[in-house]
């Protein structure tokens, strides 16, 4: 049985939260949403979520979609079978970066 690392990060690579689930699980997304802390802001009111979250076509579903615009979140994620969203590839690059960084440029071990 594997397990999959899920990110969450700005758009300069600084992560905000990180959870690992076992393989195939998008089931952890709204609580990796709802695990960033609070970002720059208004001082009396500091945003707590993104505006919307980029994902590549493993995190397309229905629920997750529908559980994102209840968080007034736009998700911006590709569909199955379908092309890919015009320049996802080079904006999710960052996200990659971040990984790498995690996981220092190695190959993952085993667990």
Known sequence: M?????LICDGTGIPFHVIMTTANDITQTPHLVDGIPP?????DRPRRRPEYVLGDKAYDSKVV?????HRRILPVI???????????????YVAEQT??????FKRLTVR
């Open 65 to 69: 979609r529908r559980q994102l615009r």
């Open 78 to 92: 590709s569909r199955k079978r379908a092309p890919n969203i015009k320049g996802l590839g080079e904006l999710r």
């Open 99 to 104: 990984f790498a960084l995690l996981h220092q």
């Open 2 to 6: 594997g397990s999959k690392r899920h």
């Open 39 to 43: 970002v720059a802001g208004r001082a």
